[in-house]
C-alpha cells in the first residue's frame, strides 16, 4: 500500500503525539533516550519528518530502556497509548519495544496473521553492549543473528517464498519465544556495564558488522527541535549521522530512493475526541 499525502501527514501526526509522549515521561523520571535513524537525519537536516519517512526512530541504552517500560506500567496514557514488547503482548515477536496508537490499525506485509497490536508505531531501539575483544565480539553478533532469525521465523514461517528456506523457518518457529528471550537478555545482561562502550541493536545485528555506535553517545544528549517541539539527540550527530549515511547526509538522496520503510497491507485510524 501506498500512502496518500493526506494519509501521510495523519499518520506524522500521530507519531509526533507519540514522541511527545514519550519525551514527557522520560524528563520527568530522568531517562536517557536519542531520536535515531531518519528522525534524527530528518531533524539535523530540516528540523522536521523525511517527507516521505513513515516512522519515527528512538533509542535508549538497554538500562535507561528497562526503566522506561517499567515506568510505563503507570505513567502511559494508556487510553491512547500502548507500550508493546514481549512481555506486555505475547504475541509481539521482536526483541526491540514499540510504542503503539490504540485508535488505529497499521500492518505490515507478512506479519497479517501475528495476533498482536498493530497500531501506528514508533519503533523504541535498547542499545545493547558489545564485548571489547574483536574475537568474542564476533562471536557474540553471530549468536545474536541466530537467535534474531529465530524470532523471525514466526515471520518467514508464513511468508517466506522459499520452500526449503520455508521448511527451515517452520522449524525454527517450533522453539518456544520466550526461550529466545532468555537468551538474549542473558547476553544483553553479560555486557550491560558502561566499561563495554560500544553497543548496537542486538535485533538488527548482521554477520561481519564493522559499524557500532559508542554508549555515550546516547548520554551526552543536545536539545534538538523536530517539527516544533524539543527533544533529544546525541552530540556526536554528526559522527553518527555520517557513520550511518556518509559524509554528504545532508544532500537527499535521488527521487527513486524517496520512498518509505514499511510496506503496509492495513492501515485505517479513528477519529477520537479530544
Known sequence: MKFRQDELDRIHSVQLEMLAELDRICRKYNIKYIISGGTLLGAVRDGKFIPWDDDIDVRMDRAEYIKFANVCNQELDTDRFFFQDHNTDPNYPWYYGKMRYNH???TRVGQEHLNMHDGIFIDIMPADGLPNNIFIRHLVIMKCFVLKKFL???VGSACERNGFVKTVYRLMNLVPKRYIFKKLDKISERYMSPKYGDV???SFVACG???????EWHFDCVEISFEGISVLAPRAYHEWLVMTYGDDYMTPPPVKD???????SRFSIEEVER
Not at 258 to 264: F, R
Open 200 to 202: 548496537t541493536s542486538y
Open 152 to 154: 523471525y521465523s514466526a
Open 258 to 264: 524517496q520512498v518509505g520503510h514499511n510496506e503496509i
Open 209 to 215: 558488522q564493522k559499524q557500532f555506535t559508542k554508549r
Open 104 to 106: 488505529s490499525h497499521y
